[in-house]
Antibody, heavy 123, light 107 residues
């Protein structure tokens, strides 16, 4: 069964950093663009970032641009999200989602989602 | 950025009812629209992509339609497991925005 599993969430103070990880299994990880989507408590879904299968292309939401960095290690089937200069408003469950295309510009759906990892930014 | 507006935001219905949720885009997105279902405390689950294509394994009571700026998700006969929150997402251009969600509750 195709699966993705996130980890790395936790409690961090404003201005701090955290790195999230997402491991994919039962699919050829390097062949698919991957994305991060977040959901603040009691709120809707917010798309955060995407990276192509090769790692050569990325895109970020304006709300995280310059603070978050997406990366991947295809030898480890793992996607990362490095989050710096964290703010209270970054508090959310962060989901990893698998696209259906190698290129981040050709995705038509996100067909596999992890269970999410909770990031809480608070003093 | 492309804005997606779902209506209604809340919907109360009974088992066996037919319901329709609408998603309107602020500009044309061709057919690059997906629908997701999210149960309480659960991850989103893909239902429909390319506006009208049913994802493998999703029951046929779910259907999608539309193109351009107007889209809809229809559930032909509600089942108890369908009471959840539904989101549309545009995949025409980045950022890949979501609608605000429609919470479907049991009447």
């Amino acid at each position: 069964e195709v699966q993705v599993l996130e980890s790395g969430g936790g409690l961090v103070q404003p201005g701090g950093s955290l790195r999230l990880s997402c491991v994919g299994s039962e699919f050829t990880f390097r062949n698919y663009a991957m994305s991060w989507v977040r959901q603040a408590p009691g709120k809707g879904l917010e798309w955060v970032s995407v990276m192509s299968g090769s790692g050569g292309g990325t895109y970020y939401a304006d709300s995280v641009k310059g603070r978050f960095t997406i990366s991947r290690d295809n030898s480890k089937n793992t996607l990362y999200l490095q989050m710096n200069s964290l703010r209270v408003e970054d508090t959310a469950v962060y989901y990893c989602a698998k696209g259906d295309s190698l290129s981040f510009g050709l995705i038509t759906k996100f067909d596999c989602w992890g269970q999410g990892t909770l990031v809480t930014v608070s003093s | 950025d492309i804005q997606l507006t779902q209506s209604p935001s809340f919907l109360s219905a009974s088992v066996g009812d037919r319901v329709t949720i609408t998603c309107r885009a602020s500009q044309g997105i061709n057919s690059y629209l997906a629908w997701y279902q999210q149960g309480p405390g659960k991850a989103p689950k893909l239902l429909i992509y390319a506006a009208s294509t049913l994802q493998s394994g999703v029951p046929s009571r779910f259907s999608g339609s539309g193109s351009g700026t107007e889209f809809s998700l229809t559930i032909s006969s509600l089942q108890p497991e369908d009471f959840a929150t539904y989101y549309c997402q545009q995949l025409d251009s980045y950022p890949y925005t979501f609608g605000q969600g429609t919470k479907l509750e049991i009447k």
